[in-house]
């Protein structure tokens, strides 16, 4: 089709290259294209280039080629991505969830080989990897063993996957994190298609099933991370369907100071955005001060949307962007097609480029960014530097709970120190090869310590700037004498191989290793929660003396019980501080006026006199960093370790589901499938399984971590015949509904108003009120027939793009969520699952309506639900008292009261493969 008559050409050296033009809308009077913000502009392209009267149409192209910044459209629109990105951990149940389908099709007599990826996926394996191993030279080698042992299961449904679908690569364990990897090599900024023999070129766009796929935004690329279920819909070729956003515009100008980090400045947007509320909306970055920003730089910045709240964090394609492809490996004839490209499209910004229409805007100079951290249980929780003590202080006291003054923690500790409280740490040798560490520690461990002290995450190690000046900061302090305190768990966990290697070539990796932080492997390690155990005699210390420890970490989240169960306060910092926090033990420090730590001759060493300059740091990147780096490594990304292809692997078009695995089971969303879906009537009857408050995470939802034999995904698995040291965590365990179901709302850090004096997951059964775990509660709800519903208060469902806070509510028995608002994805995720999210009307609330848990709700006018339309709550307790109030229906648009009706997205994507399902 030739839409609006948009269909042109460009040429190039290599042939005549196909485009379609969006300065014909402007041209026939449409709009004002050529001012739109740059996001929207890709979104306008992708409507137009897959016009075909059926999905996408000329109405669709014409509503938002009409955007007015300051008049919201009133309509979705049918986004087809150029790709899907995926990570194993919602990679796991996303190839099972279509082993499943595979399975119902067939027992229902249709194709199963129509249940096959339409639009290209890679997944990366980088979810796995656990800090088992640290601060020893063999850290790597066996962190990477376990990880096999561990997921082999895991590993070879997605090697089966890979073989048994079409458009489906895996890039194996131990290469990077996705994001990085996407930034440094999957993303293509501008893609060519071979169509019916025609060459088209199209901006790279992409939806991921993990939150932080808007790290590749800074290169220009419009992506950004959908629930699990959607992204499964959207490979099996659906359109993502989406209201038309607001793009609100946040100027940048000034330049950093010296000493100020891109990890500073970034904690400074996401305090800023996240009281702005850009949730459900584009936030795209202009202004001059674009130009004095690396591209890693603007990196750091997109990878933390989710943080801000925003659905994107969007860097238009500049020259930046072409010097960062050539930088990376990318060949010269596609970097120059890309300008041409984005050029002729008015895609391509300079400093001279007229400033674009924003529905809002905001402002930062630069120059007034100061060194900074975020916590103890939030990222958009920002401290200056030389507030930290006091901050902790403060969080002690009021969020935490602790009227303890610095001092009276010490004299504490010098109590119990007296007592024998001098303790031993050791790595035990576990049979085989695997050597063994002991050592002792007489050491003051208290409230403030640093348990943990991490370089992780694809927000940081993606970043040269930050990671050289760790490595310069680890030099100045070794060479000062200066050493890690002994109690502390340090660990070093690149994004990609390039950046060990560039830290190798520069000479700066054994002063890194002088202090602990040697490489334990390539993944996301502590921040997505797979830090590992403390040792175990740290830990006797935490709990017996209820301390407050802490981690610092150069992470993206670091929400309570997120990075290690038993650590409460979490800081995020950039590499640098990070080695300096680990130096000086404690966050209980203001590192700008005390010592970070004291010489062999106890001369006091200060953060500021080993602090490295600027100059430095961008003339070991300019001596150490090429694009031969990056081609070496990204050759042979594909090539996995002999463990991985000495996988056994099944084979066939059918994946052979087998009873006896704790780690892969047939999920039960697709068994008894009926074709025509159940009706949907008034919900009625509705038991309050979990009461809870503001900004619950999809980690109190559905954990990521590690979990002890005392729980019941725990003795589940002994049930099975798994020892405790082969649990893993509940992130490898997706594929297992079984543990899965046992996880939800089982983090022990937990708050359900229906069980106040208690954390974790505990519940109230009703009537009756007897108190049992919330999984078994609902095992009981079930078994008498009742359904369940969830209360909650702001902001419900942030974090991660966890498909299993909402596959695990669903099949705990929950009907309806009723919260204050909701995160967008989570959001997603519960109408893609077939639970209706519903919010109170603004200014009210559950304690304000005088909710108290023990009522039956009954939920009126589901019967003829609209998106955003009311229903009617009546909410009858024990006493005998009704509360009758109004909430609004969290359908958004049209096609979600479609699945909400089917019970999920891919009960409504199977249901219409099976409408024509002869083979």
Request: hydrophobic share 35%; aromatic share 8%.
């Amino acid at each position: 089709m030739n839409p609006f008559g948009s269909k042109d050409f460009i040429g190039t050296d290599r042939s005549r290259i196909t485009l379609y033009r969006l300065s014909r809308l402007e041209e026939i009077g449409l709009g004002n294209i050529s001012r739109f913000p740059y996001s929207i502009k890709i979104l306008l392209e992708a409507l137009l280039r897959h016009v075909d009267e059926r999905i996408v149409t000329e109405e669709d192209v014409e509503s938002l080629a009409r955007w007015d910044p300051k008049n919201r459209v009133e309509r979705e629109i049918p986004f087809i991505p150029a790709r899907v990105l995926l990570q194993d951990f919602t990679g796991v149940p996303a190839v099972v969830d279509l082993a499943a389908m595979r399975s119902a099709v067939e027992r229902l007599g249709g194709d199963p080989a129509r249940i096959n990826p339409v639009i290209p996926a890679d997944l990366v394996i980088d979810h796995s990897i656990q800090v088992d191993y640290y601060g020893t030279s063999y850290a790597r080698a066996y962190n990477e063993k376990k990880e096999f042992e561990r997921n082999r299961e895991r590993y070879a449904v997605l090697r089966w996957g890979q073989k048994a679908f079409d458009n489906f690569r895996v890039i194996p364990p131990g290469r990077g994190i996705v994001h990085q990897i996407n930034l440094e090599y999957l993303a293509s900024v501008v893609h060519v298609k071979k169509v019916n023999s025609e060459l088209i070129a199209f901006p790279d766009t992409l939806v991921g099933m993990d939150s932080h796929t808007t790290m590749i935004n800074s290169l220009g690329v419009l992506g950004w991370g959908v629930g699990g279920i959607e992204a499964e819909a959207v490979m099996l070729g659906q359109p993502y369907h989406m209201p038309v956003p607001e793009v609100v515009g946040f100027k940048l100008y000034g330049e950093l100071k010296e000493g100020v980090t891109a990890t500073d400045l970034v904690l400074t947007i996401t305090q800023m955005l996240r009281k702005h509320n850009v949730v459900g909306k584009f936030v795209e970055f202009y202004g001059q001060g674009l130009s004095t920003l690396s591209l890693p730089d603007r990196a750091t910045i997109s990878n933390m949307a989710p943080e801000y709240g925003a659905t994107v964090g969007f860097f238009p394609i500049d020259d930046e962007t072409l010097k960062y492809l050539l930088m990376t490996g990318r060949k010269r004839e596609h970097v120059d097609l890309v300008k041409l490209y984005a050029m002729e499209q008015g895609l391509f910004r300079t400093d001279e480029s007229p400033e674009p229409l924003f529905s809002e805007t905001l402002e930062l100079d630069m120059s007034t960014v100061e060194p900074s951290l975020a916590g103890p249980k939030r990222p958009q929780d920002r401290i200056p530097l030389d507030e930290m003590e006091a901050s902790f202080h403060n969080a002690m006291e009021e969020t935490f709970l602790r009227e303890k003054t610095k001092v009276e923690a010490d004299h504490e500790y010098h109590r119990w120190l007296g007592e024998g409280g001098s303790f031993r740490v050791e790595h035990k040798h576990t049979g085989g090869e695997e050597p063994a560490a002991k050592y002792e520690m007489k050491v003051p461990v208290k409230s403030g310590s640093i348990v943990i002290a991490a370089i992780t995450s694809c927000t940081n190690t993606s970043n040269p700037s930050v990671m050289i000046g760790a490595g310069l900061l680890a030099r100045n302090a070794v060479e000062r004498g200066l050493k890690v305190k002994p109690y502390v768990k340090t660990s070093l966990a690149p994004g990609s191989r390039v950046v060990s290697e560039y830290l190798v070539n520069s000479g700066l990796m054994p002063y890194l290793e002088a202090l602990g932080f040697h490489l334990v492997g390539y993944g996301c390690t502590t921040c997505i929660g797979n830090s590992g155990p403390i040792p175990e005699n740290v830990a006797k210390a935490m709990k017996e003396n209820n301390l407050i420890v802490t981690a610092v970490l150069s992470g993206n989240r670091n929400f309570e019980g997120r990075i290690n169960p038993i650590v409460k306060a979490n800081y995020l910092a950039s590499p640098p501080l990070v080695v300096a926090y680990a130096i000086s033990g404690t966050v209980d420090i203001d590192l700008k006026t005390e010592p970070i730590g004291y010489d062999p001759n106890s001369k006091p060493v200060y953060l500021k006199d080993i602090w490295p300059g600027h100059e430095e740091i961008q003339q070991v990147i300019k001596n150490t960093i090429s694009p031969r780096l990056f081609e070496k490594q990204y050759s042979v990304v594909s090539s996995g370790t002999e463990l991985w292809e000495n996988l056994k692997v099944p084979s066939g078009e059918l994946y052979k589901w087998d009873n006896e695995s704790t780690y892969i089971q047939e999920p039960p969303f697709f068994r008894d499938f009926p074709i025509k879906p159940p009706e949907k009537g008034d919900l009625r009857d509705l038991r309050i399984l979990v009461y809870l408050g503001d900004s619950i995470t999809t980690d109190h939802i559905s954990p990521a971590g590690e979990f002890s034999q005392d729980s019941l995904a725990g003795q589940y698995l002994i049930s099975q015949g798994v020892a405790h040291l082969d649990f893993n965590s509940y992130g490898s365990r997706r594929g297992n509904h079984e543990v899965m179901m046992r996880g939800t709302f089982a983090n022990i850090n937990l708050r359900n108003k229906l069980v106040p004096d208690k954390e974790g997951g505990w519940t109230r059964y009703f009537p009756g009120g007897k108190e049992m775990t919330i999984y078994d509660a609902a095992m009981l709800y079930k078994k008498n027939g009742i359904p369940l519903a969830i209360i909650a208060g702001k902001e419900y469902g942030t974090g991660s793009s966890r498909d299993w806070a909402a596959k695990g509510t669903c099949l705990l028995g929950v009907s309806a969520v009723i919260a204050e608002s909701f995160e967008r994805i989570h959001r997603s995720n519960l109408v893609g699952m077939g639970v209706l999210p519903l919010q109170f009307m603004k200014g009210e609330k559950a304690d304000t309506l005088g909710i108290n848990g023990d009522e039956v709700l009954n939920i009126l006018g589901t019967s003829n639900i609209e998106p955003g339309g009311e229903l009617r709550v009546v909410a009858k307790g024990e006493n005998g008292k009704e509360e009758i109030f109004n909430v609004i229906a969290r359908l958004d648009a049209p096609i979600e009261v479609e699945f909400y009706r089917n019970g999920g997205i891919l009960h409504t994507f199977l249901r219409n493969i099976l409408g024509n399902k002869r083979r």
